[in-house]
């Protein structure tokens, strides 16, 4: 099958990748590409007023959690060439960041004479993370983090297997690194940074490296989901408002010993988007393939970085009109992430850019090993 950019989710990898199954294609990754970008847009649209299942965080990161874990299990079955991955995975996500980040500078510049040069710092290798604000654009925050991790994986992950004491081991330092960068670095660092996600990435690494089998018993699925819906129910019931600090983008456990916050806070989270991204993966792993969520996590990176833009363009614009957060919800996903998933599947089966790619990544080896006479 021919993948182009129409393909290519969030990750900046097909949607469809190499295993050894019979099937080439793994459903649940595109489930949980898409089920991550409902989320976010869900996040970004206020749809904690309706529920707020996730308290000490904006449900949104769920969605980020779960883009990571199947990368980290798409980037498990490779079989290429490692920097030859590095380069096909970066190069559509910094390319199509970089194009939108200039319309939207231009537009921004001919309205308010802002070029919104915040939204250029991913481009140079992530250097975002490093500073305690988000870019202009807030979710293209990602696109350093990601940089990050496939040049990890390029560097390092990509040599070797994972296994569950590994596992174990990271899941207490990204709790510790977590907890210290909150405390001395502030929020926004300890949440961009590779170390906030790094579990979830090597979960899913551990998960990919595996054969995928289906359920042992029957409505599996079903039951999961009633145990993950009990156990987000029941955090919402006990996590009381006044028992935690307001913060962003993480909130904090309002105790007297500020230490055991951190940590408890920090535990919590890690918490949260392993049992949730877990829970998700065995739910998906169950549901079969569906042209429709096959089609919006294909365009799940053009979705990922217009969408705010679009937010903010049209959300003052029609709130005033539909004041209750239960009709707007359905509203914004049609609105900022049909639409523009639409507008994506047409774009990039206008553009070549997977021929564009392959193109560039074949001259880039000529000039690094010519060819001898």
Known sequence: MTTNISETSIDGQSSIPSTNEKSSHLAFLDWMKFLGMALIVWGHTGGEALIDPTRLFNAKQLGVAFFVFALGFTLARETRPRWQVCFNRIFPVVLVGFVIAVIISVISYCLTGNIRESDFLPFMLGANVLFDFFPANPTTWYIGTYIHIILLWGVLLSRIKISLPMLLICLPVEILLRAVLMNYAGNFIAYTLITNWITALMLGMYIGQFQQTKPKFAYSGFIYGIALIAILTAWTLLIRDEWLLEGFPFQRFNLSNETVAL????????????????????????????????????????????????????????????????????????????????????LFRLIPLKRIRDWLYQKILKILAPTRP
């Open 263 to 346: 940590l408890l806070s920090s535990t919590a989270i890690s918490a949260l988007y392993l049992i949730v991204t877990w829970f998700v993966y065995l739910i998906t792993k169950e549901l079969g393939q569906l042209s429709f969520v096959q089609f919006l996590a294909r365009n799940t990176l053009f979705v990922f970085i217009v969408h705010m833009p679009l937010v903010y363009a049209l959300a003052p614009i029609y709130y005033p009109y539909v004041p209750y957060p239960i009709v707007r919800a359905p509203i914004n996903q049609l609105l900022f992430f049909l639409l523009p998933a639409l507008a994506s599947e047409l």
